[in-house]
Nanobody, 127 residues
């Protein structure tokens, strides 16, 4: 069973930056689609960014566009999420996820496509 671990969460002031990192028990940069999702208290889990690790095409939520960047790092075997200009509404538990090794469809910002999930890392943005 593939295991994922997120790191890099923490507390930051509005306008600050954080870089989240996702590592797996196998090299997740070899999985077709890797994504970052988040869930705030009382809200549903939402997609933030996903990347096709083969052609490097990525999809971002409207709230993440222009501020967040998803980056596979084949040297570290991680998929990172660089988050800039953070706002209080970005506060949530952030999860990384990946598709199965047999997944052969397009990469979408849809949680149900992803079968392996990490435990999450808390991001808190407040002054």
């Amino acid at each position: 069973q593939l295991q994922l671990v997120e790191s890099g969460g923490g507390s930051v002031q509005p306008g600050g930056s954080l870089r989240l990192s996702c590592a797996g028990s196998v090299d997740i940069t070899g999985r077709l689609c890797v994504g970052w999702f988040r869930q705030a208290p009382g809200k549903e889990r939402e997609g933030v960014a996903i990347i096709n690790t083969r052609d490097l095409n990525s999809i971002y939520s409207d709230s993440a566009k222009g501020r967040f960047t998803i980056v596979p790092d084949k040297t570290k075997k991680t998929v990172d999420l660089q988050m800039n200009a953070l706002q209080p509404e970005d506060s949530a538990v952030y999860y990384c996820a990946t598709v199965s090794q047999w997944y052969g469809s397009i990469c979408r910002l849809l949680a149900s496509d992803y079968y392996a999930w990490g435990q999450g890392t808390q991001v808190t943005v407040s002054s």
